[in-house]
C-alpha cells in the first residue's frame, strides 16, 4: 500500500514522528528506522523541535514532543483520556482519593486526566501539570520499564532506585511516602497500549494521615484493578 500523500517533505516528517512513537531515538535509530538520509533526518528532527513536536530526554536521544499531547487533548478524541475518564471517576469514589493519570513526555511526566475526592483534604494535581520524573509512584511506574539506559540517566536524579524498580517490575504497581510532597503518598499502576509497552500511570495520591506509611496495602488492587481496565478497554478499541 502506498502511504505517499504527494508533498515529500510531510511523508518523511511523518515517518519521523512514528518512528519516535516506539520510544527514543538516537540519530542512527531515525535514518535506520525510516530509511531517510542522515542530513534530512536531522534536519526534520530539528524542525520538528523548534515547534515542540519532538523533544529530547536526558541523553540527547529523540523523543515526541508536548505539543503531540496538547494536540490530542485539544482534538477532544484522545482514546486514552475518554476511555479512562469514567474508570478514575469509580476509582476516587472507591478509594477516597484523588485519582489521577499520568503519561512521560521528555523528561517530564503530564497529568492528562484527573479526578477528585467528593470532599475533605486532597491531593490536587490539575490536569495538564508537568512534574517531574525523580519522584512519586507513578514517576517510577513510567521509568520501571524504561530501557537500561534511560534508565541509569533517569535514576541518577531520583529519589528512588534500582532496587525499588526491580520490584516495581516484579509486583505491578508503585507506591511513595512523602517523595513528591511531604505529608503526601501514592499508589500507581502500569496502563499498556495495544504493543504491551508501558503508556501511561494510573495512580490515586492523598494525605499519609489516610494512606498511612504502606499506601499500597490500602489500595494497590483498585489502582491496579483501575490500570487494567483501561489497558483491556484500550486494546478492545484498537481492533
Known amino acids: 500500500m502506498d502511504n505517499s500523500s504527494g508533498v515529500g517533505v510531510i511523508d518523511k516528517a511523518a515517518l519521523v514522528l512514528a518512528a519516535l512513537e516506539a520510544g527514543p531515538q538516537t540519530l542512527a535509530d531515525l535514518v535506520t528506522s525510516t530509511g531517510i538520509s542522515r542530513p534530512t533526518a536531522h534536519r526534520l528532527a530539528t524542525a520538528l523541535e523548534h515547534h515542540r513536536l519532538v523533544s529530547r530526554d536526558l541523553q540527547g536521544r529523540f523523543v515526541l514532543g508536548p505539543r503531540c499531547l496538547e494536540l490530542a487533548n485539544a482534538t477532544g478524541q484522545d ?28 523528561t517530564q511526566r503530564i497529568c492528562v486526566a484527573a479526578a477528585e475526592r467528593a470532599s475533605g483534604l486532597r491531593d490536587s494535581v490539575p490536569i495538564g501539570a508537568a512534574l517531574a520524573m525523580n519522584a512519586g509512584s507513578a514517576a517510577q511506574i513510567l521509568m520501571a520499564w524504561d530501557d ?34 511531604s505529608g503526601v503518598g501514592s499508589v500507581s499502576a502500569p496502563v499498556r497500549g495495544p504493543n504491551g509497552k508501558v503508556i501511561a500511570a494510573v495512580s490515586i495520591s492523598g494525605p499519609l494521615e489516610r494512606l498511612t506509611r504502606a499506601p499500597g496495602r490500602l489500595h494497590a ?7 487494567k481496565q483501561v489497558t483491556v478497554l484500550l486494546a478492545e478499541h484498537s481492533q
Not at 82 to 100: K, Y
Not at 164 to 170: E, G, K, M, N
Not at 221 to 227: C, D, I, L
Request: charged residues 25%.
Open 221 to 227: 488492587s483498585a489502582v491496579t484493578r483501575a490500570a
Open 79 to 106: 482514546l486514552l483520556i475518554s476511555v479512562a475518564d469514567p474508570i478514575l471517576r469509580a476509582l476516587a469514589d472507591s478509594t477516597g482519593e484523588s485519582a489521577q493519570l499520568y503519561r512521560k513526555q521528555g
Open 148 to 181: 537500561a539506559d534511560s534508565l541509569q540517566a533517569g535514576l541518577a536524579e531520583a529519589a528512588f532506585d534500582a532496587r525499588i524498580l526491580s520490584a516495581v517490575r516484579r509486583r505491578g504497581w508503585a507506591q511513595s511516602v512523602g517523595e513528591r510532597e
